[in-house]
């Protein structure tokens, strides 16, 4: 048993590594087509899809103080001190991320499974596997307690189970179960604490906070079979901030967002500097992305740029529409799909 500086243990779980659910894998297979979605450049909620951070990259990780999964998709804040502990040879076959506090006491370990028919998920099937398998990990149950659900905002609730276990070599530990089930896949975490960490302060802020992570779950829009599309992520950021250049009242701004070759700019930037005339304390503007058809490198995108003057209780509404294009590596717009 591993100890840190200050003589507590360390969470180091024996033989093959942790507690997973084993649950038979089904076929699987879906094609997910995003052809047109409405989006708005503001959100009215916090974990909605269009405040999420923009990765840099594909792989998973925290970004912006949440863990992002780009292979299925979904994302939850981190809690304040909490370190994100990457993966190593040694991990479950479903591990996907493993988090601990700050002394590396107490380990959450996240998992996905597929499961095919979401049909065959249920409460009673699930708490008998995870039992289960906490003894196929040669652990001994001296205590579990009654299972606990927690809602999420979209997600459907949490399964918990709160176990006291004995491994082989007889130390006591605090395990938790946890198990989500959204459509065909099982998110698992599971989470390990050392018996003489159990029922102090320290734990139950710990897993105060982890309950806090989890009914924050949120879920990406997919683009192909599953998961995360970066270039998803690339043109959703494009769009936002071009909202944010036509709210600034700024031509040159606005023109960082156009192709060097669009055609007709002076045409815009008349029609803009028009549009955004007068005293900016006499009115307030808007700016929305209402529509968007993505097609490989390529997009179409409607925004609106509403303008409220005080002196009039009649918000005006303009709707302006571009050809998009991922031109040498980033988004631009290529030129206006309006008539006139």
Request: aromatic residues 12%; contains cysteine.
């Amino acid at each position: 048993m591993k100890v840190n500086a200050a003589g507590s243990r360390i969470a180091e779980p024996p033989g093959m590594g942790f507690l997973f659910l084993k649950v038979i894998l089904g076929r699987f297979g879906v094609l997910v087509l995003a052809a047109f979605l409405i989006l708005g450049c503001k959100s009215k909620s916090k974990w909605s899809e269009n405040n999420l951070p923009l990765p840099p990259g594909a792989d998973s990780g925290v970004y912006d103080g949440q863990f992002i999964q780009t292979d299925y998709g979904f994302g939850f804040p981190l809690p304040p001190k909490w370190l994100y502990v990457r993966l190593s040879a040694e991990q479950e076959v479903d591990e996907v991320a493993r988090f601990s506090d700050a002394d590396h006491e107490m380990i959450v370990r996240i998992s996905v499974q597929v499961i095919g028919d979401s049909q065959g998920f249920s409460k009673k099937s699930w708490q008998d596997s995870s039992q289960q398998d906490l003894e196929n990990h040669q652990f001994k149950i001296r205590k579990k307690e009654s299972a606990q659900e927690w809602k999420t905002a979209d997600s459907g609730p949490w399964i918990e189970i709160p176990y006291l276990v004995t491994d082989a070599r007889g130390d006591e530990w605090a395990d938790e179960e946890w198990a989500l089930n959204k459509g065909d896949i099982l998110i698992g975490a599971h989470v390990l604490v050392p018996g003489d960490a159990a029922g102090t302060e320290k734990e139950k802020k710990f897993l105060k906070a982890l309950e806090g992570a989890l009914t924050q779950i949120h879920w990406y829009m997919p683009i192909g079979s599953r998961g995360i599309s970066i270039d998803r992520f690339e043109l959703q950021h494009f769009t936002e901030d071009f909202c944010k250049a036509l709210e600034s009242r700024s031509t040159s701004k606005v023109g960082t967002y156009f192709d060097d070759m669009y055609p007709d700019r002076s045409k815009w930037n008349d029609w803009y500097q028009k549009a955004v005339a007068g005293d900016p304390g006499t009115f307030e503007l808007k700016a929305a992305l209402s529509g968007l058809v993505i097609n490989g490198d390529d997009a179409t995108a409607t925004f609106t740029l509403t303008r409220q003057d005080k002196s009039d209780s009649h918000p005006k509404k303009f709707d302006r529409s571009f050809k998009l294009s991922k031109k040498e590596g980033s988004w631009k717009i290529m030129y206006s799909m309006d008539k006139n």
